[in-house]
T-cell receptor
Framework: DVKVTQSSRYLVKRTGEKVFLECVQDMDHENMFWYRQDPGLGLRLIYFSYDVKMKEKGDIPEGYSVSREKKERFSLILESASTNQTSMYLC??????????FGSGTRLTVV | GQNIDQPTEMTATEGAIVQINCTYQTSGFNGLFWYQQHAGEAPTFLSYNVLDGLEEKGRFSSFLSRSKGYSYLLLKELQMKDSASYLCAVRDDQAGTALIFGKGTTLSVSS
């Protein structure tokens, strides 16, 4: 089975900190995605990547950046964390044309 | 643009049948997915439809009508463990391989 691992289950950070959320998949998938999930708003796409060093903006990229230096790893970066970025962050990967496998999520609280 | 609608909440009793509807409007439809998400956990894949018709998988079935922009997830012989959120997601060619999610339907199953 494909495994998507997110490095932290829970994180608490201070306003203004630079935050790194890490995601690693072990099945050589080309596509990787970052979503955030908020009550009443569902899953919203932040960024995705088709290949190493490639990235595409999703619906809500403001305040975020990403890095994909290796195929298996896709990092989400909050340049200067703010309280409105408190959320559940979900990483997913997929092979071309197929559905996603999700990581277990990182619940980030910005205080 | 993209728009995916599904009811916010539904309730049902053990042993019953429930149908969760999803309507969508996308620029370039290329498949519809249903995911199940238990509270505090990552979404898990349930079904995939790209052609019109019914796909059956055990107690769960999913239907698609592309001309009507409509899908439903049918859950039979409901069990308490089916209490979860059910997410409808569409792959839109205009968004590459990224899935666009509806806000989810929270299903509560009571005895």
């Amino acid at each position: 089975d494909v495994k998507v691992t997110q490095s932290s289950r829970y994180l608490v950070k201070r306003t203004g900190e630079k935050v790194f959320l890490e995601c690693v998949q072990d099945m050589d998938h080309e596509n990787m995605f970052w979503y955030r999930q908020d009550p009443g708003l569902g899953l919203r796409l932040i960024y995705f990547s088709y290949d190493v060093k490639m990235k595409e903006k999703g619906d809500i990229p403001e305040g975020y950046s990403v890095s994909r230096e290796k195929k298996e790893r896709f990092s989400l970066i909050l340049e200067s964390a703010s309280t409105n970025q408190t959320s559940m962050y979900l990483c997913a990967s997929s092979e071309q044309g197929y559905g996603y496998t999700f990581g277990s999520g990182t619940r980030l609280t910005v205080v | 643009g993209q728009n995916i609608d599904q009811p916010t909440e539904m309730t049902a009793t053990e042993g019953a049948i429930v149908q969760i509807n999803c309507t969508y409007q996308t620029s370039g439809f290329n498949g519809l997915f249903w995911y199940q998400q238990h509270a505090g956990e990552a979404p898990t894949f349930l079904s995939y439809n790209v052609l019109d018709g019914l796909e059956e998988k055990g107690r769960f079935s999913s239907f698609l009508s592309r001309s009507k922009g409509y899908s439903y997830l049918l859950l039979k012989e409901l069990q308490m463990k089916d209490s979860a959120s059910y997410l409808c997601a569409v792959r839109d060619d205009q968004a590459g391989t990224a899935l666009i999610f509806g806000k989810g339907t929270t299903l509560s199953v009571s005895s």
